[in-house]
Nanobody, 122 residues
Framework: QVQLVESGGGLVQAGGSLRLSCVAS????????MGWYRQAPGKQRELVAV???????NYADSVKGRFTVSRDNAKNTVYLQMNSLKPEDTAVYYC????????????????WGQGTQVTVSS
């Protein structure tokens, strides 16, 4: 139905930057919220940053001022610019999209990417 493919993870030193990208494809009629979550070892998955279809954004307190989420709606793509990275940002980052699937299904569903590893060394 819908596939999300992430890219841009990797290993970076503390204070460095990375940019994640996520492209959605498939039977997409409309995407509402699209953004990023992360899961560190032994912890629950948590919201990092989400962008609404109309340009609104929501950030976790721990990343405010350092991360920026942006969207290219024409390309069904969401980005996460991560600056001033800290070791505690180390996690698998997952893309999420709240998607209206094209007819005949015509339903809103949540989809997830496979995850991309971000490792920040001290």
């Amino acid at each position: 139905q819908v596939q999300l493919v992430e890219s841009g993870g990797g290993l970076v030193q503390a204070g460095g930057s990375l940019r994640l990208s996520c492209v959605a494809s498939g039977s997409i009629l409309r995407i509402n919220n699209m953004g990023w979550y992360r899961q560190a070892p032994g912890k629950q998955r948590e919201l990092v940053a989400v962008g609404g279809n109309g340009g609104s954004t929501n950030y976790a307190d721990s990343v405010k001022g350092r991360f920026t989420v942006s969207r290219d709606n024409a390309k069904n793509t969401v980005y996460l610019q991560m600056n001033s990275l800290k070791p505690e940002d180390t996690a698998v980052y997952y893309c999420n999209a709240r998607t209206l699937i094209s007819p005949p299904i015509f339903e809103w569903r949540d989809f997830w990417g496979q995850g991309t590893q971000v490792t920040v060394s001290s």
